[in-house]
Each structure stands twice: as structure tokens, then as C-alpha cells.
């Protein structure tokens, strides 16, 4: 698992294109036009370099190349170009609620409909979550879209929890956003120990109660930490 093209190598390299970008006098709209491109070609790119050897680590990096190959550049970077141009815009919202109801609308009909119409053309949504085929990690800009819909439900949704409910919701919220990173490396300390040590592999039926049980078990570690950090009064 240590030298998987994963995660934390995408992030770096979304961080260097992004201040590159900027670096440049880019407008984030133009970058967000290069993101769709970039995922549009990258299985044409993909075709055309080397698949084999060591030199498969760093091609990776960039394009799918081999079954290490989590996260490359090219599938993934427009993931958070969407995010910085969904926060750009909302700065500029009035009415939040009109917003995120006509945002939920929206990503509502646009999961079903693609539901329906993936069923209909025989294609299995469940290889957009690994688990029918391991395609997941070769992302398409229909897989974005619809990606893209769950996400800004999921966001519509907890704006309308949030504002009905008291503050304890959004105050754990925020606690696990300014803390994501920290519970992200424990959380994958726990992956990484119980296969690389253990073999330990989750069948089908227990993924999510598995990955539920880590993210808590992360939460906690991170607060306890917290805890031992925090002067006594």
C-alpha cells in the first residue's frame, strides 16, 4: 500500500496545478474548462504510455495505468476545481435556502434519471463504489456528474438539517472538517494495519458497517488526542 498512486499523491499534485494555475493569471472558470479536458483525454493518454515495469508509479501518477493506480491526476482534478468553483460562486448567494432547495431539486432528478437510465442501458451503478467491477478509480465525466449530484444533495440536505436543528450538529461538522486530515492518516493506519498485517479483507455486506466502525473509531482517537492537548482549566 505504500507505494499505491493513492490519495495524498493527487492531492499533492491538485495542490502544484492549482498555485501553477494561478501562478499563470488563470481564472478558475478556465481551469475548471482544462479538468473537463483533462478527464475527457486521459483514457486516450492512458493508451499510449508505457504499462509496464516500475515506470507504471509514475505514469500512474497522472493516468490509469495499472490496478495501483487510485487516484491519477488527470481522472481526478476536477473533483476539487468543483469544489473551489462551488465555494466561489456561493460567496455571492443571498437567499441560501432558495439556493440549496433548487440545488437539491436538481441533484434529485439527476440521480434518478441516471439510475433509471443506467438500468435501462444495462449498466451497473454499483461499479461507480467498487463494488460489482473495480472501475471506480477510472472516473468519466458521467461518473463525475452523477458523483457530482450525491455530493450537492448530500450538501442541500444538511444546510436544511442544520437550520432546523440546534448548533451541536454544525459544531461537529466543523470539527470533523478542521480536523479531516488528522482522522484521514489514522483511518488508514487502521486499513493499512489490518490488511498489510493481518490480511484482513471485508466481504461485500460489510464495507460500509467496516468503514463506519474506522471513521468512528478515527473521530475518536483524533478528540482524545485533542483532550490530552487541551490545558486543564
Known sequence: MLFNIDILQFAGLSLIAIGFFKKLGLSLEFVGIIAVLL??????????????????????????????????????????????????????????????????????????????????????????????????????????????????????????????????????VKYISTNLTNIYYIQWLFVGWLKSLFGFVVDVPFIIPMGLLIAFASLAIVYLIDLRRTPAK
Open 39 to 172: 478527464l475527457i483525454i486521459s483514457p486516450i493518454l492512458s493508451a499510449v504510455v508505457p504499462h509496464e515495469g516500475n515506470i507504471n508509479y509514475f505514469y500512474g501518477l497522472f493516468f490509469y495505468t495499472f490496478y495501483a493506480s487510485y487516484f491519477p491526476f488527470t481522472l481526478w482534478f476536477i473533483y476539487p476545481v468543483a469544489g473551489m468553483l462551488f465555494a466561489k460562486y456561493l460567496k455571492h448567494i443571498n437567499d441560501l435556502d432558495k439556493f440549496y432547495k433548487g440545488v437539491l431539486y436538481v441533484s434529485v432528478i439527476v440521480i434518478i434519471g441516471s439510475i433509471f437510465g443506467f438500468k435501462y442501458y444495462g449498466f451497473d451503478i454499483r461499479t461507480f463504489y467498487t463494488i460489482a467491477q473495480d472501475i471506480y478509480y477510472r472516473q468519466t465525466f458521467v461518473s463525475f456528474l452523477f458523483t457530482l449530484s450525491c455530493v450537492l444533495c448530500e450538501l442541500s440536505i444538511f444546510h436544511f438539517i442544520r437550520i432546523k436543528s440546534n448548533s451541536k450538529i454544525e459544531k461537529v
